[in-house]
Every structure is written in C-alpha cells, then in structure tokens.
C-alpha cells in the first residue's frame, strides 16, 4: 500500500482545503484514425499518488466508451437513415446515441473522482470540457491549515448531490 | 473602514457546481450587474456570430447564403405558379407534390448547413498550451530536429503529419484544419463554402451533402418540368418565343450543370472518404513520391466510406455555446474588467462610490484557486485599511 501523506479529501473538502498543485494532461491517441481514444501512458507526476493499474483501468474504461459511442453499427446506420429520411430535423427532438453514451461517461467519471481520485487528491476534468483533446487531471496539494480535514474525513463519496 | 459587502461562505454551496455565480459574489456583482449568467458564446473567441441566445451559429459574413435562398425560392415559386397549374391539368398531381417535398428538402438541408457548428474545435485552455510548449522544448534537444511545431503520427500503418495551429494553441488534430475566415478549427474541414455561409466539416457534411444532392434534384426535376410545358405548348402552336420567357428554365440551365458537377464531385470523396481539402492539396495521391501514400481513414470499400461518411453517428457539439460560463473562468475575466471600470467607468449611475473600487488592480491569483477564495481574499485584503 502506498503509504499517504496526504490527508484523504472527498470531493467537497477537495476543493475547500486543497491548493491545484499541477496539471497533467493525457493526449489523443491517433493510431487508429481520428476515432477517440486516449494515450495510456502513466504519466510520471501520478507515480506518487495512485497505483498504475487504477489510472490505467480508467483510461481504458473511458476508450471503450468512447469506442461504443463511436461504433458504426446497425443501430448508428439505422440512426442515420432515420434522421436523413426526416430531413434531420429528428436531430431536434431526439437524444443520439452519442450523446446518451456521453452522459454515461460523465457519470462515470464524477463515480471515479468520487471513489477513487479524490480521496488521493486528484481530479479528473471530463474530456468533453476540454474539446475531446485532452483528458486533464488536476493534482491538488493538502493545505495544511484548514481545520476541517483532520485526518478522519470520509473517504467514501458521500456528496451532497 | 469601510463595510464589507461580502456574505459568509456557505461550504455547501461549493460542493454542487452552480452554473451562474453564486450570492456569496455580492463585491462582483455589486459592480457588474446583469453580467451574472453568462453563456460561453458571448466570449466565444472566433469569428462566428450567434442567434437565438446561441441555438444558430453562422460565420461572420453570411456570404450568399441569402442569394441562395432567394434564387431557390424563386425558381421554386415560379415553377409552381406557370408551370404547375398546366401540368397539373395535362399529367399528374404528383408534379407538384414532388416538387413541393423536394423543395422543403432542400431549404431544411441548407438551413441546417447554414446553422449548424461544423465541428469547431474550442481553443486549449492556457493550461494546456503550456503543457504542449513545455513537450515540444522537451522534444527539440536530439540531433534531428524536425521542423518547428510538427509532431508526426502513425495511422494505420502510415505516417501522418499534424501540424501546430499558432491560433488555437494545439496539434491539429488528423484531417483538421483553420478556416481563416472564421478564425476556428474545424475538424475533418471540407472546405468553406460562401454559398452556405459556413465551414462545412465534421458534423454539418451530411447537411451538405443532402442540400447538394437534393438540389441537383429539385433543378433537373424542375428543368424537365418546365422543357415538357414547352413542348407540351409548342405542340398546341403557341410561340416559343413565349414559352422562352419562363424564367426558371433560364436559372435552371445555368446552374443544373454546375450542381450537378457538385454533386458528382461530393459523391466521389464520399466514396473514398476525403475532404475536398485533402483532394486539392493532393494529401494522398502521392505526389511526395513515397510508395505507400494513400487515404489512412479510407476502409477501402465504397458502401462502408459511405456509411461511415453520412451515417455515422452524430458527434456532439465541442463548443457547448449554450453553457453558462465556468465560474473560475468568468469571475477573472470580470476582475480584469473591473479594473478597467475602475479607470474608466468611476461615474457610472448606480454603480459603487469611487472611493470603494481600489485604485490599483486587483491582484487576480494566477493559478485557478476555487474561487471563493481567491476573490474573497482579495476583497478582504483591498477592504481593510
């Protein structure tokens, strides 16, 4: 186990008590055309804050979203035809499939931060926010001086949503 | 001393991510009212223009695209009020049914060409134009060095070039590109066309290509209509020299062949899945020389080029013009900016007395601190002397 010298945070006290240390941005992976995919380096500044197989496990989860939002398949075929049969405008009234998939991925990345990066001090930024360029993890340092983190802060993701 | 006009901070206001500013921003909002909520297309930073609170975005000059509308719309009109009633009696009803959905066809597809963001790709963050600074110096000490701002890729097998755009402060992405007249990049970018008033990329080809390709149907369907009355006429002995003075007929021949022309061309690079950009640079037709240039995004097989061209799936919109502005983000631009109303604005009706705007700038932390306390640390220290 990695021992922590930093005091756990959950989202909230994430952002009360903690200072943006660092940012560190993963990059495109373009190796299979322009589909969406992101490079699984382990970037050097995380080797101190969270174990490589959590952070890879991520960003592999967020590539296979994004590979089913972007598969060319039966119903995206029968999506398409459908909204040219309709001049598009079923565009107006409809959620597609992407942006259904999207809204998993949102969720599933405010789960992660809750469960997993927070409690290490660390946030990961939809890459949707950022124009699907980058995924953007913001490295928080603990204040030290706030009184309301004494060490026995909740670790799970009890947030006031 | 004077009266702090900020509240107690509510923690647990902090934890849900409100869209406009909170109440607890009295010093903000004190200064700049009615600026509170507001949507990320008003500091949009290229050259766009937006309707209805963001729901339309066109490029700056609309170009032709009112021209395009009127001439369709007047060829339209007139088919349907000379020629029409005529065919209606000596064919079918289905003339103007035909022509009548065609029509609607073809104004929707051009209205949601015109409309629709084509694909902008939003420009990097400050943060992440340092991160990509530092890796291109990082990246420039070996022996070779490449020229300036390129980072090469491999796709499928094949080398890929993308290049740095000075602009948005990023690597293009594959098959992007920056449309100077509206000042974004746009992915997989076509081409702007003025006819349309609009880029036509990623997200807005397969408007296009519908326009196109209905259009060249509505003109040949019209243009044969219209050649049938005459004949049908000039079997009854009336003049031609009359019949010749149906105007639509006259739009139509000019402008059947160079839609047509259009539409083949457009249907060519669907079937091989390029952009026209790409044809006229001649990206893949191995000009350079190399054995093994072709299209790396081809799947070499016309029906699935096609699929993937006009039925893939719909890819969102990356701008989010609609969304409100990030707090963080929208109360440093509001800082900065009462430091210039503080110079320039001291006599505004309503607004705060002289003597509480500090006369020196308000010190806005670089690093994006949550904000309560970075401007509520910086209303504490300007307040109390």
Known sequence: EISAPWTFHNLQELRHSASLANKVF????????????????????????????????????????????????????????????TAYLIFLCMETRYEKVLKKIGRYIQEQNEKIYAPRGLLITDPIERGMRVIEISIYEDRGSSGSCSGSSSTSGSSAR | MKHCEYQQIDPQALSTPTPTLPPQHAVVQEEKKGETARRKWEDFPGKNRFYCDGRIIVAQQSGVLPLTLGLILVTTVLFFVFDCPFLLKHLTVFIPAIGGVLFVFVVISLLQTSFTDPGILPRATPDEAADIEKQIDNSGSSTYRPPPRTKEVMINQQVVKLKYCFTCKMFRPPRTSHCSLCDNCVERFDHHCPWVGNCVGKRNYRFFYTFIVSLSFLTVFIFGCVATHLALRAQGGRGLMFALQESPLVICFFSVWSILGLSGFHTYLVASNLTTNEDIKGSWSGKSGTEDTGNPYSYNNIITNCCSVLCGPMPPSLIDRRGFMPVEESSQTVATEIELAAKNEINVVGGPTPSQLPPCALQVPPSPIPLPFSLTAVALSNRSD
């Open chain 1, 26 to 85: 993963l990059q495109r992976d373009y190796s299979d055309g322009t589909t969406c995919r992101f490079q699984t380096k382990f970037p050097s500044e995380l080797e101190s804050r969270i174990e490589r197989p959590l952070f890879e496990d991520t960003v592999k989860r967020l590539n296979i979203y994004y590979a089913e939002a972007e598969k060319m398949g039966g119903q995206s075929y029968l999506e398409g035809c459908l909204a040219c049969a």
